[in-house]
């Protein structure tokens, strides 16, 4: 196949006509993610710290838009410098809509709230946020039925909703991970067995195959991946480590001094994690990290706030002044220059700013044999170990932190409540009507996924409400002493 984009790979799940001619199906398919509930829901999920602590702080909604731009801009920058993409560049579109939907499927409270309804799920396909994106696009969202428009299902019981009814390409754009995940705690990988299973469902494993079969021309091809869904990937992975860098320090928990004092045991678990994806996503390199090369990349990143200047200079190097009071003069000045990071937005920006265009430029492309529509976008190995650095050291340092482990192992109870509580005998009644009449019409598994679509679309503040009409809970901050 000698073009990027096969001839049928714009067709979608149920045949439509496009009466817009100015305007192409990836375009389509951009404004019907925009125009959906799902989409809109995002800015009532987490990301790091809770909307309700801070308008700053960033939401699902707010993050999504910015691995779209930073995707788009990945995107122009390889259609601009790449011999690949000279004759068929890279759609923006597509791109684009990978990094506004990649999040659709995340439910609330985080990764806590993730954990908790695949452990639900567990002996039913399970739960994982990416599955579940695929599942809203293609399946959830209220857009296209097939046939008969007054009912979800037929007479044979078979599911009639196609979701947004998007392209075949679009679709693929999002399936981050070609493995099915089985039903059944027994039949995970032993490494998958206590968290959720990267993949999709086994309910999508059809749906899977005729996107396959669409963008490459072979239903059975292994390593699925396209070139949007890496650029998304990669853009996710450059916000996380930059803008929840700044969300934490926006919030004062921590400044960029404080990066290079935590327990040892989070600079070790750091490397342990880099060194594992290294060895997965890297494996010509032969590199690996130790807690020296983390402090190292945390030294190129926030150099500027150990800057010396003549006068503080000469003030060191004066040997008339005791030595600990030449090093209390030095650590005032760095002191101050972090706590620039935290209190000016300026600075702040500045910083992201920075560090976005670095690792912009530290973007490759790996080709693929046969198949250019299966083309990868990758980080360059030097980048892709700045990135990891700063993103695991916000994940181990602060999102692993009591304040929020608190707060997000409340949400995992929350979810599990509730679920535990539609699932009694009865329970589908307590949900909305449109779900009632879904859950009537599915057979034993069926059943317990709708049960799980409900609670996966909440928004924190939903649950917490739905929760609380349940339990008379009360609410909740991070802020309260332990």
Do not use: W
Request: with cysteine; charged share 30%; net charge negative.
């Amino acid at each position: 196949m000698s073009e990027l984009y096969s001839a049928g790979d714009e067709e979608r799940p149920v045949a439509q006509t496009n009466p817009e001619e100015y305007r192409d199906e990836a375009r389509r398919d951009y404004a019907r993610l925009i125009h959906s509930a799902s989409f809109r829901r995002l800015q009532g999920k987490t990301q790091v710290f809770p909307g309700y602590e801070s308008d700053f702080f960033r939401n699902r909604l707010t993050h999504s838009l910015e691995v779209a731009q930073i995707a788009k801009s990945i995107a122009i920058r390889l259609n601009a410098t790449s011999a690949h993409f000279t004759k068929t560049p890279i759609n923006l579109d597509i791109v684009e809509f990978a990094g506004l939907a990649h999040d659709l499927g995340h439910p609330p409270f985080g990764h806590n709230g993730e954990e908790a309804l695949d452990e639900c799920m567990r002996d039913s396909g399970g739960f994982e946020g990416n599955a579940q994106t695929l599942r809203i696009l293609s399946t959830l969202e209220k857009k296209q039925l097939e046939g008969d428009e007054a009912s979800t299902h037929d007479a044979t019981g078979a599911d009639l909703r196609r979701g947004l009814n998007l392209t075949y390409r679009s679709l693929s754009a999002v399936l981050k991970y070609d493995r099915v995940i089985p039903i059944g705690s027994k039949e995970r990988p032993e490494d998958n067995v206590a968290s959720p299973m990267k993949g999709y469902y086994k309910s999508d494993e059809e749906l899977v195959r005729r996107i396959k079969s669409h963008v490459v021309g072979r239903a059975d091809a292994s390593d699925f991946k396209t070139i949007e869904c890496s650029i998304m990937d990669i853009a996710d992975d450059i916000a996380y480590s930059t803008y929840d860098l700044e969300d934490i320090f926006k919030s004062g928990i921590h400044g960029p001094l404080d990066l290079f004092s935590f327990p040892e045991q989070i600079y070790e678990a750091v490397v342990e994690t880099i060194n594992k994806r290294i060895r997965k996503q890297y494996k010509s390199e032969a590199t690996s990290v130790s807690v020296a090369d983390v402090r190292d990349v945390l030294y190129e990143v926030f150099s500027d706030i150990f800057a010396i200047g003549s006068d503080e200079d000469a003030f060191i190097r004066n040997r008339k002044i005791e030595p600990g009071r030449r090093k209390m003069y030095s650590s005032m000045a760095t002191k101050k220059l972090s706590s620039l990071y935290a209190g000016n937005g300026y600075h702040r920006t500045r910083f992201t700013s920075k560090l976005v265009q670095l690792f912009l430029d530290g973007v490759e492309v790996v080709p693929h044999d046969q198949f250019p529509q299966l083309h990868q976008a990758k980080l360059k190995i030097k980048t892709f170990v700045f990135v990891e650095v700063l993103k695991n050291i916000t994940f181990e340092a602060v999102i692993r932190s009591p304040m929020l482990q608190v707060v997000e192992y409340r949400g995992k109870d929350v979810i599990k409540k509730i679920f535990e509580v539609i699932s009694s005998s009865n329970g589908y009644q307590l949900m909305p009507p449109d779900f009632r009449e879904i859950y009537r019409q599915g057979d034993s598994l069926g059943r317990t996924r709708t049960i799980c679509d409900f609670i996966a679309g909440m928004t924190d503040r939903y649950a917490i409400e739905f929760y609380s009409r349940l339990f008379g809970a009360n609410g909740m901050t991070m802020h309260k002493p332990l």
